[in-house]
Structure formats: C-alpha cells, structure tokens
C-alpha cells in the first residue's frame, strides 16, 4: 500500500544533542509537510516542500531545519533540542497545495520526541 | 486569532446512535473543510471532505454539512460504532499550502 512512513517511531535524544527524524513516501506526492503537535492540540505547521522549494512557517524556530534530497524523503533535522520541543512530529504529503481544490494531507504515523 | 473552532473538547454517545460534531470558521474565504480522525499514537487520517459550494457530502456512514451562512460545519456518524472513538479534527484550507486546524473533539462511543 502507497504510504508515508516514518521513522523512527519514538526518538529520546540529550538536550542539545542534534536529531534528525525521516520521512519517506510512496505516494510520488509533490508537497511535503513537517508538524509539531503537542498533547492532543491541533497539528502546528513547521515548514513543507513543494518539489524542492522551501517554505518556512514564520514562527518555526531556527533551531529546525528540514532536507528534501529526493521526492520521496524528507528529514527534520533540530539543531539543539531543548526540552519544550519533546512532541510528536508528523510528517504528511500532499499531491498538491491545500489550496487547490481537494488535496487532502496523507499523514505518517508519526516519531515521538522525548528530551532527556 | 483561532479562525477554525471545535468549541466541544469532547463528546460521549452511545453505540448505534448518531455522532455529531461540530466546528465554526471565521474566515469567509476558506474554500475547503476536511475532517481528520486520530488514533493515539497513531497520525491523523483524512476522513471526508467539503468544499465550499456544497452543503453536504456523503461518504458511507460519514456525512459532513456546510451551512456558510452561519460559517459552520458539521460531521454525523451514523451508527456510531466503537471503533469511532478518536479524536476528530476540522480542518478549513486556508492559503495554498496551509491547513488550518481546529482544537479537535474527542469522541467517545460507550457500548
């Protein structure tokens, strides 16, 4: 089954310590969304390709920094974790921009972050 | 400013009885709403959507109605069934490349 995978499921990294969390597709979806989501509140946009272009939500800290290297891989990378950014972090797709038209977001499962 | 509202944190209905759940937008411009389910542990999965020149869509037990007048929207699940208690989330197409979401309402199906 076409999917977005995530990996890996649950990350414990240092405070400080540098991490780097994948996604992969097999939807051949142009767009792909990073989200920080905490506790059961609404999924917040961090930033998302369309092919390669770059877009930064404007009050994404710099301390994310994200990598598409192909259509079908995405990473997050956190610079210097610290310990509000424990979350859960999704990744989805999208064949094109919410915008046009119905272009429902195909979710991944998701890698819980917890900051030691 | 929160543009999409789920005013009900959560909602507890009986097994085989009628699921509604409900979700008020402020922004006029919006020209798509989605609902989204979720699992614990699990990412949100698309259920069904609408876009703004329909009042109704209709997917199986789903059915989402749009009454722009009042700017609300609304999910039925009909009959709800165990298996539908998750947290929900409206979610109103924004720019191009923005959802934005609501809160979410947490739907518990007593047997």
């Known amino acids: 089954d076409a999917m977005v995978i995530q990996n890996p499921r649950y990350q414990v990294t240092q405070f400080g310590k540098p991490v780097t969390l994948s996604c992969s597709q097999t939807?051949?979806?142009?767009?792909m969304y990073w989200y920080q989501q905490k506790s059961s509140q609404a999924p917040k946009l961090l930033f998302h390709?369309?092919?390669?272009?770059?877009?930064n939500e404007a009050d994404t800290p710099d301390n994310f920094q994200s990598r598409r290297p192909n259509t079908s891989f995405c990473f997050l990378d956190i610079r210097s974790p610290g310990l509000g950014d424990a979350a859960m972090y999704l990744c989805a797709t999208s064949r094109g921009p919410a915008g046009m038209g119905n272009q429902p977001q195909h979710f991944g499962d998701g890698t819980r972050l917890s900051i030691l | 400013d929160q543009q999409v509202k789920q005013n009900s944190p959560s909602l507890s209905v009986q097994e085989g009885r009628i699921s509604i759940l409900n979700c008020d937008y402020t922004n006029s411009m919006f020209d798509y709403f989605l609902w989204y389910k979720k699992y614990p542990a699990e990412g949100p999965t698309f259920l069904i959507s609408?876009?703004?020149i329909k009042d109704k869509n209709e997917d199986g037990r789903f059915t989402v109605f749009l009454n722009k007048s009042a700017k609300h929207l609304s999910l039925h699940i009909v009959p709800s069934q165990p298996g539908d208690s998750a947290v929900y989330f409206c979610?109103?197409?924004?720019?191009?490349?923005?959802?934005?979401w609501g809160a979410g309402t947490k739907l518990i199906i007593k047997p």
């Open positions: 609408i876009s703004s």
């Open positions: 979610a109103a197409s924004g720019s191009n490349y923005q959802l934005i």
């Open positions: 939807l051949n979806h142009n767009v």
């Open positions: 390709y369309y092919d390669k272009d770059f877009n």
